[in-house]
């Protein structure tokens, strides 16, 4: 029996639902999208059950995988920090930013810290160059932005979310710090 | 500012609330159409506005929904919210404080073309905006502004959000297309055009989030006012992103045709410490470099004066380098972000890319010989006119024409 279906039929439902009934192959997406969101990644299983309901084969779905960077096919840190080193960022100061947090934490970009806790990666232009130094955290089933960044601002943001993450007690929290960003 | 058709949450707190924008006169222009207008009145009215999609291209909104053809149905409406253009942040502004607006916009957009069904294409990284999307979505729903029967009509519109996942090429409408359809994200060969073999290889409107958030104005307000606005060729508003060396980065809407001079140095306050202005990037990193000479910071902007400085308005998303930033570091960046971004689907784009950034690599490192310079522009110019897809040709774009004005800054970088 398919797992994913049976523990989400309801969401499976709306999802194909958005789609004409000929179309089914459009709901791969969504399901990749509703699969990290819960596991963090994308197993092999998952993979065939998603391919299970769109009527294609497992590997046409892990292909669809491999092609779009926020999907990943194994697990990776608790709190991942994505820099944004792109043309307009670098241009304020993204990439000195992107070293000295990487010096602080003692990785270089692309690498974990020997805890699984934290990562940092470079990445593309994420629309928000005008408040440079800026990531993107990706953190369980959520993804929010951080603006106007320093490397002290950001290291006091991680402090209290590894914090948060080892008390039982508080659970993480799960919105968009707009720091500073406002429109006017 | 002067008049705000897209950025008026700036001016009215709380926009992005069902109650206040539909206080602010939201919905009528959406119930009157429904009840009241033919989808031909529509369809003429955006015509006569001379609106040009701001997703890059600059095509006439009206003329592009009017080939759409009559006897295939059913026919879709595609909202392009990929935004992934380096220096372009417009449309999340206005996703995140104007959407009503932009959905009014998409809602008149699909009763112009009879649309019942809408998709919303979110890049992957917009989920928390796609998220509150699903929720205005059902909101509107129960409030009688989408579902069947609309108004007691026969018109019915459903609204789907879709999201991406961390591809730039979705934003080209073709591989969006196929990225919905559940493939990999990687353009059609053209023709036949989306307006006839679109989505579900049905005849498929695609426009950009800016583009659509203009249609309440121009519909609730008539093509005379918004033709009030900017050039007779290029008529609006238009929200430029200026980003990079400049005092106040950010959004500006103002008129199609203002100067460069105003944009940077009123509305942005100048260069950072005062220094001195170097190039634009008028359209992101698919731009060409233009030397911020006199001649170029009195140009307006809009879809006929940049293209005659050697350049193209595209998004608007204006980059600004000062004197501080060596030319070829910025070739380095926005050679390694087409390199990230090509789909792979054809050898000049995917092997031209690569070639690139092992060549700008190596003269930034102070590894080359001068025939580097040249062997770097000789790929670049190879590749032209050869590509499958646009992201080809502008991956070329700023290495032409850095090399052509900069040099100096390249060869500044040689072994001595
Ligand atoms: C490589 C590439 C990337 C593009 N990215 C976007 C994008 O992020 N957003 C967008 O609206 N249009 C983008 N476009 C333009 C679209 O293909 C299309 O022309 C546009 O969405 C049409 O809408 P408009 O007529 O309202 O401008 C891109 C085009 C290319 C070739
Ligand atoms: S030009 Fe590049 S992005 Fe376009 S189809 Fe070819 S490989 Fe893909
Ligand atoms: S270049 Fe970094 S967010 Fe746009």
């Known amino acids: ?184 | 500012m002067s008049d705000l058709f897209l950025l008026r949450h700036r001016t009215i707190a709380g926009l992005n609330q069902l109650s206040i924008y539909l206080e602010n006169g939201g919905f009528k222009t959406w119930k009157k159409a429904v009840t009241a207008q033919k989808p031909e009145d529509l369809i003429n009215e955006v015509k006569a506005s001379g609106l040009r999609g701001r997703g890059g291209a600059g095509f006439p909104t009206g003329v592009k929904w009017s080939f759409l053809p009559n006897n295939i149905w059913p026919h879709y409406v595609v909202a392009n919210s990929d935004e992934s253009e380096p220096g372009t942040f417009k449309d999340r502004e206005i996703l995140e404080y104007n959407p009503y607006q932009f959905l009014e916009g998409l809602m008149l957009a699909s009763y112009a073309v009879q649309a019942k069904d809408a998709y919303i294409y979110f890049r992957g990284e917009f989920w928390q905006i796609a998220r509150r999307f699903d929720e205005r979505i059902a909101e509107l729903t129960a409030s009688g502004y989408l579902g069947d029967h609309l108004f007691g009509t026969d018109y019915s519109l459903r609204i789907h959000t879709h999201l991406g996942a961390g591809a730039y090429i979705c934003g080209e409408e073709t591989a969006l297309l196929e990225s919905i359809e559940g493939r990999l994200g990687q353009p059609r060969l053209r023709p036949p055009f989306p307006a006839v073999e679109g989505l579900f290889g049905l005849p498929t409107v695609i426009n950009n989030v800016e583009t659509l958030t203009n249609l309440p104005v121009i519909i609730g307000e008539g093509a005379a006012r918004f033709r009030s606005v900017g050039t007779e060729k290029s008529p609006g508003t238009k929200i430029f992103s200026l980003s990079g060396r400049v005092k106040k980065p950010g959004n500006y809407e103002l008129p199609l045709g203002t100067t460069f001079r105003e944009l940077i140095f009123t509305h942005g306050e100048g260069i950072i410490n005062d220094a001195k202005i170097k190039a634009i990037m008028p359209a992101g990193a698919s731009s060409a470099l233009i030397p911020a000479t006199d001649v170029a910071l009195d140009t307006p902007m809009d879809y006929e004066s940049v293209p005659a400085l050697g350049g193209q308005l595209g998004s608007a998303s204006v980059i600004i380098l000062d004197e501080t930033v060596n030319i070829s570091d910025l070739v380095k960046d926005t050679v390694h972000f087409f390199k990230h971004e090509s789909c792979g689907k054809c050898t000049p784009c995917r092997e031209g890319t690569y070639w690139m950034s092992c060549i700008i690599d190596r003269i930034v490192s102070g590894k080359s010989k001068k025939e580097d310079i040249d062997l770097l522009l000789t790929v670049a110019r190879n590749m032209q006119n050869k590509c499958f897809c646009a992201l080809g040709e502008f991956s070329t774009t700023a290495v032409v024409s850095a090399i052509d004005k900069f040099r100096a800054d390249f060869e500044a970088r040689l072994e001595s």
């Open chain 1, 1 to 184: 029996m398919n797992q994913l279906l049976r523990k989400h039929s309801l969401e499976v439902e709306k999802i194909l639902a958005k789609y004409p009934p000929d179309q089914k192959r459009a709901v791969v997406m969504p399901l990749l999208h509703l699969v990290q969101q819960e596991d963090g990644f994308i197993s092999r299983e998952r993979m065939q059950e998603i391919a299970e309901i769109a009527g294609i084969t497992t590997t046409e779905v892990a292909s669809v995988v491999g092609f779009y960077t926020l999907f990943h096919d194994a697990p990776g840190a608790r709190i991942k920090i994505q820099v944004c080193t792109d043309v307009a960022c670098d241009l304020r100061g993204a990439r000195e930013y992107l070293n000295g947090l990487c010096s602080q934490l003692g990785i270089n970009p692309g690498e974990t810290t020997e805890d699984g806790l934290v990562s940092i990666e470079e990445v593309k232009c994420l629309a928000a160059c005008d408040h440079a130094p800026m990531f993107q955290a990706h953190i369980g089933d959520a993804l929010e932005y951080h603006e106007n960044q320093t490397v002290e601002r950001t290291l006091d943001w991680l402090k209290s979310m590894i914090a948060s993450m080892k008390s039982p007690a508080s659970a993480v929290e799960k919105k968009t710090t707009d720091d500073g960003g406002s429109h006017e």
